[in-house]
């Protein structure tokens, strides 16, 4: 069984340009998750969607973060445009049910660099 | 503010030696406390989950245990291999036991050496 993917694994942009991370979850899994680690600090809770929905975005930093799944498999997080805060490492998490109970597979993230 | 701090920050010990991971938490109310292993370029993989009720819990080499009083956790790594380096990440879920209410840890960063 294929784990949760992310595409890039790196990206390196300039201030105020636009990227767009992708993440795809294990087949079947309805919640996915999308995290963040800043240099030095905590992964932190970015959103949560369920199928399609988003069932939580209370993480989202701004609005210059966009998430969506269309169609309830893949997922892409957008960054437009981007400032040096945003650097860091993001991740992807999917699980079979959406309480914390229910193990999240995380996949290996994409870093990004703004310079 | 809820917190979760883990200690030490990093730790080196020689391959076939045990060593023991500390978790302090803030957070309240709880749901659930999870121990992570991320390897290097790779995403973080659960290793326990502990419920209030459950003291420790072992998988394999790996053993934790739970405080609920004291709102700490341990993570006993015995015989430790060289394929346990890694970032060992405390997690800590609130009430709602729903993602927005996870609680990380900045996590142990553990180097086994021959």
């Known amino acids: 069984e294929a784990g949760v993917t992310q595409f890039p694994s790196h990206s390196v942009i300039e201030k105020g340009q636009t990227v767009t991370l992708r993440c795809d979850p294990i087949?079947?899994?309805?919640?996915l998750y999308w995290y963040r680690r800043v240099m030095g600090k905590e992964i932190k809770f970015l959103l949560h969607?369920?199928?399609?929905?988003?069932?939580?975005e209370s993480g989202m930093p701004n609005n210059r973060f966009l998430a969506e799944r269309t169609g309830g498999t893949y997922s892409t997080l957008k960054v437009q445009p981007a400032e040096l805060e945003d650097s860091g490492v993001y991740f992807c998490?999917?699980?079979?049910?959406?309480?914390?109970?229910?193990?999240?597979?995380f996949g290996p993230g994409t870093r990004l660099t703004v310079t | 503010k809820n917190q979760v701090e883990q200690s030490p920050q990093s730790l080196i010990i020689l391959e076939g030696k045990n060593c023991t991971l500390q978790?302090?938490?803030?957070?309240?109310?709880?749901?659930?406390l999870r121990w992570y292993k991320q390897d290097t370029g790779r995403g973080p993989v659960s290793l326990t989950i502990?419920?209030?009720?459950?003291n420790t819990k072992s998988n394999g080499r790996y053993t934790a245990t739970l405080d609920a009083d004291t709102k700490q956790s341990s993570l006993h790594i015995t015989a430790s291999q060289l394929s346990d380096s890694a970032s060992y990440i405390c997690?800590?879920?609130?009430?709602?036991?729903?993602?927005?209410?996870?609680?990380f840890g900045t996590g142990t960063r553990l180097q086994v050496t021959l």
């Open positions: 998490a999917s699980s079979p049910g959406a309480g914390t109970v229910f193990g999240q597979y």
């Open positions: 502990m419920t209030f009720s459950e």
């Open positions: 969607f369920v199928k399609e929905s988003k069932q939580d």
């Open positions: 997690v800590v879920s609130g009430n709602t036991g729903t993602a927005s209410k996870l609680t």
């Open positions: 087949s079947g899994h309805d919640n």
């Open positions: 978790c302090n938490y803030t957070v309240s109310p709880f749901s659930n």
